[in-house]
């Protein structure tokens, strides 16, 4: 009898202690992070499915596809094209009297010769003002005048200095304005002379042509040296 009774205790406290192991693997389990995370990972990649396949084809690759990097509307190299697109790009010009007096030049100088006709000007009067032959601002370039008569010839030929070509005025504008703020001067190689075809001024001779953009033939000064 007491054997039977050992026996059972025995029984008894194993299904006890596999009961309480059974528990603790069940609670173990249920709180398990890998397999919450598993679960929700799977409820997710189902949730993606599901929004990917209500999107369209032509969705999908316009998400998928890099955009396309613009190209510059400059030159490759670096140097200003001069054209409609650059000035486009130009903000809306304004500034004191240095920009009126290079403006006013290139509308009433150049405002014929389109966008890359007027910069060459501008680059002559630029030019003028670094040089020590000529005035140093851009107003006393343009008004420069002897005995002989003036550097620019709207200066001095009479006629009242009146703007009726707006859009003629806002083009000059924006060009006079980035000249003055640093665009390269790339056109004219250093000129600070020009004319038009119709002239044939003495001085030609003896100045070294750089270039001809529209009706005006650009000169540079010879360079001097200690021979001559």
């Not at 003896?206 to 650009?218: C, D, L, M, N, Q």
Request: glycine residues 10%; aromatic residues 8%.
């Amino acid at each position: 009898m007491s054997v039977l009774k050992c026996w059972t205790g025995s029984a008894v406290l194993l299904l006890a202690l596999a009961g309480g192991v059974h528990a603790e693997m069940t609670v173990s389990q249920s709180n398990d992070p890998t397999a919450a995370l598993g679960m929700n990972l799977t409820a997710l990649l189902g949730q993606e499915k599901a929004a990917l396949g209500a999107v369209s084809a032509a969705r999908l690759t316009k998400i998928v596809t890099p955009p396309v990097a613009k190209p510059s509307k400059s030159k490759s190299d670096g140097n200003i094209a001069y054209d409609a697109d650059w000035l486009a790009e130009q903000p809306a010009a304004k500034g004191g009297p240095e920009f009126e007096c290079l403006a006013t030049a290139l509308y009433f100088e150049a405002r014929g010769e389109g966008i890359k006709g007027q910069a060459a000007v501008a680059e002559v009067i630029l030019n003028r003002v670094e040089s020590p032959t000529f005035p140093q601002t851009i107003c006393g370039v343009v008004n420069q005048g002897n005995s002989r008569g003036c550097q620019f010839s709207f200066t001095c030929d009479g006629r009242p200095e009146n703007i009726r070509d707006r859009g003629a005025w806002t083009v000059a504008g924006k060009i006079a304005r980035a000249m003055i703020d640093g665009a390269p001067r790339q056109l004219t190689d250093g000129a600070t002379y020009f004319h038009t075809p119709a002239v044939r001024p003495s001085w030609a001779k003896r100045f070294e042509k750089t270039t001809k953009i529209g009706r005006h033939i650009f000169y540079r000064a010879p360079l001097k040296t200690a021979m001559n």
